[in-house]
């Protein structure tokens, strides 16, 4: 048997050495062109030759084949059928495998998923096409977020896990001084308990970056996972649970240890899955609705949730407000404002923004930023390269008509023909301009392509609504824009007890949507947009226990 | 201003060495003679000058003093009255001086804290003599277990609490390569966002021990500490809140930081304080049916619990029955098996011990191991000196009679009178063999002198017993005696599925109710006997989040 952790060992070390350093690093291009000429067209065609087929896998499957609620948000027929499991099948074939999983060391477990994470990076195209085609995001960021950024984030936690399960020695001997006794001497030695049975639930977005970190936490530390996707985003965590079976079969543990579990909107199946005594570990990405439902009803498992929540922009002052501009234009549109860490709300006082002696209107600022992003998706064919398509078009028009509803509308949502998908949805983002005082018009998450500059009567009023509602309503991300040291200290001071991470002045090609592996925390745990951190100790502590054996 | 840190940095860092290494060491001497000659009747003085009096706290107390349900086991009259406070005014205070605490350093804080503990050590003898009259401990263990080896297991959690907030550095540049483009520069910063208020709910037999790690690992965090102790035992936990208080005044922050909620068993306070919104951390020891109710109940905070459990004997073969059986009448009959360590259930096959090339049958183990108890307890005087007094005493009576009657009485339980203190109940343990297919008989918890030899059919099925026993009704420590590696082999297993500490062939000076600071973790949290370990890493990283900042 190969020894993978001899193998990759260098890669974990550099990701030890980085999560404590919080520099810059991924052993995963993220460049398409690193994968050599043949990547893209074997990519497509292994994508191409999955769809219309059932999708096969080896494992517990007596429901036969399931046919999913997984339409393509760019019109592409899918008509892929998946393996239906019973939930007792499903958690009996985990506990079964589990054991030598358990016993083996946190070394060989790091050795085999740092091998999974070697071949999902070799299948990177062909993810980035299940991607793309599931969750409606443009090509290039299905690629990078759907797969060399989510192998890091899968990574990082992989890195975690090891680090604190390797924090406690394996053995030592004990020796207490007894006065003029010889000394009592204790031989001891530690062994890692995994918690249980794991679920992941994945989100319709971004199923790969959301979920590998709870995947790979879970897995390092010995539990089994059963992945449950998003019942309208199946294929990309389907693809991994083929790749991760396979490696694990490889290595001579039972593939039982990551199943995947298919349900549909009409007969869902997580609360019976999680509910299920045997379940030690609950990862949870999406809506707040079901989030809050894990945190109140899961009792027996640990439970980390990442749901969602009203990310604020503050602008306070700007030395150029054109940049200003155009880093909020791209912010807020990058994949029509689907992504957990889109701008929703833009703080702006009502007496205007400083820029340098001069003071520019409430009015002058809202209509810039309505007309940098009018600018930015001038053109259709680029404009659908930046917004992708829209994954619930129902929900999102309905969210863009309630926007539009509630103040002055700055720029109407465009429909645009996609030229090459004709059947996707493709819609600008709604501008609407709405008063601080309509808490209703701005104290809630329109997730999907509506952007809301708020008028307050100051910056510290911005930033006390911004964080009231970060507090109520959860936030994971805020941008604020001033050139005064002491806006700047108070803006810090409302973020940190809002539990929100902040970014300053983003005026060049850094967007505060983008969160990077090993150096940034992805949501903070610290407000209702998730109970959990990617990647903290907390993420991975509580996912086994240390055992102690002591011999005299 | 003192820089305690700079002050006691060094104790700090052999704190966080020996996390790692988990060998011996503690800074606080366990030996009496150790604090001078003067150290004891100034101990005894300041105990003796707060008997009959109100305790004087300058803290929120709108409800007057209170008149406790605080009797000694050993019949002294405290006669003290406490500062009464709302839970609403409480928890204000707590939020009001919560601020500059949480912003201050993690240097900052280990700095007060370690000067705290200091200062805790020198008052060994005074917390000594009130932990020995509220929960009927003999003075030594008093001492040992309230003074610095709790002291061992506060300044642990606050190495473990240091090391998580350290773990990530204060700032950091980015620095990301963008191909012939100039790199994407990125100045980055971490703030520590302490969780909220925190709860402590202390424990009426070992409240410092018990108590002191979730308040070290709640404050240094940077959390405010609601100290709220059991009602029958309330003076130790306010002997630390006063210290606290004066350290923290002193060191220039709010003493609101540390209060003191008391209240009575007729007019109980922890629910309505635990569910206070504002809580954000709970820390419980006490019987498991209230800390059961905390993990179901108290959704909006952390909760650590320790509860209680059935732990087991395993023999199955020996060098030295008679050094078995001298080890187990101590750990058996120390403090009268009031200690959540304490082994209960004693597993002997029906078809006997092997001791070197003879079996020695179930009977005469059974006998050898009554009589044992009963020749370490023969002597009144010492008996006392080993058992201490009886803290509930009508609860512990009526388990003694269940015990007795559930099976053959091999040594009757006896009340003693103490030499020095006639009002205290001391009872030796009342020693029962009963059946493994009893199941009632042997699988739940007898808190208190109560010894049960079970007959099974082999070593297996003691295996199986004490797994399935403390997997029920969990279970701290685990004893076993066997010289068979592979016997060892499979008890280990099992240990480590049941997620129960074992010690093996204990003859000698270590006893397997003693969990070590640094070194043994107390409670895994793998079993129903706590959710929670003290103290690994899972037991602070919950206590805080990091927030990033990021600057272009």
Redesign the interface.
Same mark, same amino acid.
């Given at each position: 048997m190969t020894d993978f952790y001899a193998e990759h060992r260098e890669t974990l070390d550099r990701a030890l050495e980085t999560i404590?350093?919080?520099?810059?690093w991924s052993p995963y291009p993220e460049?398409p062109k690193a994968y050599g000429e043949d990547a893209p067209g074997e990519g497509r065609a292994a994508f191409e030759a999955r769809l219309g087929a059932p999708f096969a896998l080896d494992q517990p499957a007596s429901g036969g084949m399931l046919v999913p609620d997984e339409a393509s948000p760019y019109g592409l027929e899918l008509g892929i059928t998946y393996p239906r499991a019973g939930v007792d099948e499903l958690v009996a074939a985990a506990e079964t495998a589990m054991g030598p999983w358990a016993k083996a060391t946190p070394e060989v477990r790091a050795g085999v998923l740092l091998e999974l994470l070697a071949r999902l990076a070799a299948r990177s195209f062909e993810m980035a096409e299940a991607v793309m085609h599931t969750t409606g995001q443009s090509f290039l960021m299905a690629f990078q977020a759907g797969g060399p950024h989510a192998l890091d984030r899968g990574l990082e936690a992989l890195a975690y896990a090891y680090r604190?399960q390797t924090?406690?020695?394996r053995s030592?001997?004990?020796?207490?001084? &007894?006065?003029k006794?010889p000394p009592?001497v204790?031989s001891?030695e530690?062994?890692i $308990?995994p918690?249980g049975v794991a679920v992941t639930i994945g989100v319709s977005t971004f199923p790969t970056w959301n979920g590998y970190p709870g995947i790979f936490a879970s897995l390092a530390t010995g539990n089994p996972v059963i992945v449950k996707p998003h019942p309208a985003t199946i294929l990309p965590l389907a693809i991994f649970v083929e790749i991760a079976r396979e490696v694990l079969a490889e290595a001579g543990f039972d593939p039982n240890l990551v199943t995947l579990a298919v349900d549909t909107r009409a007969e869902p199946i997580t609360r019976e899955l999680v509910l299920h005594p045997a379940v030690g570990i609950v990862d949870y990405t999406g809506g707040p609705e079901f989030g809050r439902w894990l945190?109140?009803h899961v009792?027996h498992a640990a439970v980390f949730t990442e749901k969602a929540g009203v990310n604020s922009v503050i602008v306070d002052s700007a030395e150029d407000l054109g940049a200003v501009f155009r880093n909020l234009s791209v912010s807020t549109t990058m994949y029509s404002g689907q992504m957990c860490t889109s701008p929703q709300d833009v703080f702006v006082p009502a007496d205007g923004v400083r820029v340098g002696d001069e003071v520019v209107a409430f009015e002058a600022v809202a209509r810039g930023l309505a007309d940098a992003i009018a600018g930015l998706l001038a053109d259709d064919a680029r404009a659908c390269e930046i917004l992708g398509a829209i994954k619930d078009p129902e929900a999102v028009a309905a969210r863009i008509e309630a926007a539009a509803a509630a103040g002055e509308v700055l720029l109407e949502s465009r429909e645009i023909t996609h030229p090459a998908f004709p059947e996707a949805t493709v819609r600008t983002p709604v501008v609407v301009a709405v008063d601080a005082a309509d808490r209703d018009a701005y104290a809630r998450e329109f997730f999907g392509p509506v952007v809301l500059v708020v008028r307050t009567a100051s910056t510290d009023e911005s930033i006390e609504r911004a964080r009231a509602a970060a507090l109520d309503e959860g936030a994971i991300t805020w941008l604020a824009y001033t050139t005064d040291p002491a806006v700047e200290q108070r803006i810090?001071e409302a973020?940190? #007890?809002a539990?929100?991470?902040?970014?300053?002045?983003?005026?060049?090609?850094?967007f505060v949507n983008q969160s990077?592996a090993f150096?940034?925390?992805h949501v !903070?745990?610290?407000n209702p947009a998730g109970n959990a951190?990617l990647t #903290? !100790?907390?993420f991975v502590?509580?996912r086994f226990?240390?055992?102690?054996?002591? $011999? &005299?």
């Amino acid at each position: 048997m190969t020894d993978f952790y001899a193998e990759h060992r260098e890669t974990l070390d550099r990701a030890l050495e980085t999560i404590r350093t919080r520099t810059y690093w991924s052993p995963y291009p993220e460049h398409p062109k690193a994968y050599g000429e043949d990547a893209p067209g074997e990519g497509r065609a292994a994508f191409e030759a999955r769809l219309g087929a059932p999708f096969a896998l080896d494992q517990p499957a007596s429901g036969g084949m399931l046919v999913p609620d997984e339409a393509s948000p760019y019109g592409l027929e899918l008509g892929i059928t998946y393996p239906r499991a019973g939930v007792d099948e499903l958690v009996a074939a985990a506990e079964t495998a589990m054991g030598p999983w358990a016993k083996a060391t946190p070394e060989v477990r790091a050795g085999v998923l740092l091998e999974l994470l070697a071949r999902l990076a070799a299948r990177s195209f062909e993810m980035a096409e299940a991607v793309m085609h599931t969750t409606g995001q443009s090509f290039l960021m299905a690629f990078q977020a759907g797969g060399p950024h989510a192998l890091d984030r899968g990574l990082e936690a992989l890195a975690y896990a090891y680090r604190e399960q390797t924090s406690v020695p394996r053995s030592v001997i004990w020796e207490k001084p &007894q006065g003029k006794r010889p000394p009592l001497v204790v031989s001891k030695e530690w062994r890692i $308990r995994p918690r249980g049975v794991a679920v992941t639930i994945g989100v319709s977005t971004f199923p790969t970056w959301n979920g590998y970190p709870g995947i790979f936490a879970s897995l390092a530390t010995g539990n089994p996972v059963i992945v449950k996707p998003h019942p309208a985003t199946i294929l990309p965590l389907a693809i991994f649970v083929e790749i991760a079976r396979e490696v694990l079969a490889e290595a001579g543990f039972d593939p039982n240890l990551v199943t995947l579990a298919v349900d549909t909107r009409a007969e869902p199946i997580t609360r019976e899955l999680v509910l299920h005594p045997a379940v030690g570990i609950v990862d949870y990405t999406g809506g707040p609705e079901f989030g809050r439902w894990l945190e109140e009803h899961v009792r027996h498992a640990a439970v980390f949730t990442e749901k969602a929540g009203v990310n604020s922009v503050i602008v306070d002052s700007a030395e150029d407000l054109g940049a200003v501009f155009r880093n909020l234009s791209v912010s807020t549109t990058m994949y029509s404002g689907q992504m957990c860490t889109s701008p929703q709300d833009v703080f702006v006082p009502a007496d205007g923004v400083r820029v340098g002696d001069e003071v520019v209107a409430f009015e002058a600022v809202a209509r810039g930023l309505a007309d940098a992003i009018a600018g930015l998706l001038a053109d259709d064919a680029r404009a659908c390269e930046i917004l992708g398509a829209i994954k619930d078009p129902e929900a999102v028009a309905a969210r863009i008509e309630a926007a539009a509803a509630a103040g002055e509308v700055l720029l109407e949502s465009r429909e645009i023909t996609h030229p090459a998908f004709p059947e996707a949805t493709v819609r600008t983002p709604v501008v609407v301009a709405v008063d601080a005082a309509d808490r209703d018009a701005y104290a809630r998450e329109f997730f999907g392509p509506v952007v809301l500059v708020v008028r307050t009567a100051s910056t510290d009023e911005s930033i006390e609504r911004a964080r009231a509602a970060a507090l109520d309503e959860g936030a994971i991300t805020w941008l604020a824009y001033t050139t005064d040291p002491a806006v700047e200290q108070r803006i810090v001071e409302a973020a940190v #007890d809002a539990g929100v991470g902040v970014a300053f002045n983003l005026t060049g090609g850094l967007f505060v949507n983008q969160s990077a592996a090993f150096s940034d925390f992805h949501v !903070t745990g610290a407000n209702p947009a998730g109970n959990a951190s990617l990647t #903290d !100790t907390a993420f991975v502590a509580n996912r086994f226990r240390f055992v102690g054996i002591r $011999r &005299q």
